[in-house]
């Protein structure tokens, strides 16, 4: 291989490399967000609606007079 050209790819990888570099410095410096505490919320909600009280009426109509009942 030519001795420039790989001078110029060497160069180019290190710059790469330098970006990638405080691509990931930048990223560690941002406060990080608790993905499980907001997963448990979120099951936490779902849980409470689906489970109420027994006693609740159901949201299904009633099928009185229907004309297609088997």
């Not at 109420?52 to 004309?67: Q, S, V």
């Amino acid at each position: 291989m030519n001795t420039i050209s790989s001078l110029l790819v060497s160069a180019h990888q290190d710059a790469l490399l330098a970006e990638a570099a405080a691509q990931r410095l930048a990223k560690a410096s941002k406060p990080q967000v608790d993905r499980s505490n907001r997963l448990a919320d979120a099951a936490k909600s779902l849980w409470s609606l689906l489970s109420g009280p027994a006693e609740r009426p159901n949201a299904l109509p009633t099928l009185t007079n229907y004309p297609y009942r088997g």
